[in-house]
């Protein structure tokens, strides 16, 4: 989105109501906004290298349109609620601790504790699967 047609699109949505619909019938109730991004590797200051959608084949993780190797932020700005989302594709190897931990001492928000997992490929060419993992940043798990 252009940020020269932000404050437009938020007074619309300010003055809206759950039963506007915009010129073509889609609900006037929220705004949802995709910003994709890549975790900077704070040694070299460049993206983490193989950790990119291009490196995993543009794998499609959910519906929403999100790709393994990439991070962003997912923001919904509705009548009724509104829910910002942050996806964080970390390293799967030695550097996922002190990535994660450089993270996690950096961003005005908490971790979540429950929601990490290690991405490896399935049969060649088909794809791949995940499986749940200790978080890296749980005092438990990282010996803090």
Not at 47 to 59: D, H, N, R, T
Not at 66 to 80: D, I, K, N
Not at 120 to 135: D, K, T
Request: net charge positive.
């Amino acid at each position: 989105m252009r940020d020269d047609r932000i404050d437009g699109l938020l007074a619309a949505l300010d003055a809206a109501t759950p039963v506007d619909v915009t010129p073509h019938g889609h609900s006037l109730a929220a705004l949802v906004v995709n910003a994709p991004g890549r975790l900077i590797d704070p040694s070299s200051g460049t993206p983490y290298v193989g950790v990119s959608p291009e490196a995993a084949g543009e794998f499609a993780v959910d519906g929403y349109g999100r790709t393994l190797g990439a991070s962003g932020v997912r923001a919904t700005f509705g009548t009724t609620a509104s829910s910002l989302s942050l996806w964080l594709s970390f390293p799967g190897d030695e550097r996922l601790a002190d990535a994660a931990a450089h993270v996690r001492a950096h961003v005005p928000v908490r971790l979540s504790t429950k929601h990490w997992r290690r991405w490896s490929p399935a049969r060649p060419g088909n794809g791949y699967r995940s499986v749940r993992i200790q978080s890296p940043t749980n005092p438990k798990t990282c010996g803090e």
